[in-house]
């Protein structure tokens, strides 16, 4: 069983710039969630997305976006970076179904952003 | 809203020092609270899901409980390899399964 994997694992930006970040969700999940961690801070809820749409949002403006792929890999999508975008940005796969297990978040390692 | 607080923010153990670790939570409606562990520079990696109040877990050196206000990470007899920083999320009824997470305590064991 593959677990949640992201790319890039670094990656440096200057204010103004367009990002993309990538995720593989767990073998058998089939919804994705973003979360951002600033530094100190617990993760915080950017969106999910089930069955290829976006199925909740928390407080985060417009020029974070995203997709999800039929084989529900996902991208995170920043445009016009901000300094306070730094941080380190987690994808989560769950299985929105029912069974055990159903709606436990499996992370993967983290994209850590950095805005210059 | 739903919010979690976490204290204390930082703890600092002797090897084999047992301790707790507090989460108290407000949220509308609970489908589940949720214990993480996050290592320095990586993802957060699930614990344990606790549903009812009363309801306990446990794996290894650690036992989590639940209230209807807040949870307890208990952390019996540490060692260096526990030290990291711990995560409680709440997970509402409603909706989409999200989590709101607290800040963590970060816990130091030293051998």
């Known amino acids: 069983e593959t677990g949640v994997t992201q790319s890039p694992t670094h990656l440096i930006k200057t204010r103004g710039q367009q990002v993309t970040l990538r995720c593989s969700s767990q073998s058998g999940h089939n919804t994705v969630s973003w979360y951002q961690q600033a530094l100190g801070q617990g993760p915080q809820f950017i969106f999910q997305?089930?069955?290829?749409?976006?199925?909740g949002r928390g407080n985060f403006p417009p020029r974070f976006s995203g997709l999800q792929f039929p084989n529900y890999s996902s991208e995170l999508n920043v445009n016009a970076l901000e300094l306070d975008d730094s941080a380190l940005y987690l994808c989560a796969s769950s299985q929105k179904t029912g069974g055990p297990g159903a709606n436990v978040l499996t992370f993967g390692a983290g994209s850590r952003l950095t805005v210059l | 809203e739903d919010q979690v607080t976490q204290s204390p923010e930082a703890l600092r153990l002797q090897e084999g020092e047992s301790s707790s670790l507090n989460c108290s939570y407000t949220v509308s409606g609970l489908r589940g609270l949720f214990w993480y562990r996050q290592d320095p520079g990586k993802g957060p990696e699930f614990l344990f899901t606790?549903?009812?109040a009363g309801e306990e877990k446990e794996k290894e050196r650690l036992k989590a409980t639940l209230t209807k206000k807040e949870s307890f990470l208990h952390i019996t007899a540490p060692k260096p390899e526990d030290s990291a920083t711990y995560l409680c999320?709440?997970?509402?009824?409603?909706?989409?399964?999200?989590?709101?997470f607290g800040k963590g305590t970060m816990l130091l064991v030293s051998p």
């Open positions: 997305y089930y069955r290829e749409e976006e199925n």
């Open positions: 999320a709440v997970q509402p009824n409603s909706g989409y399964s999200t989590l709101t």
């Open positions: 606790l549903y009812s």
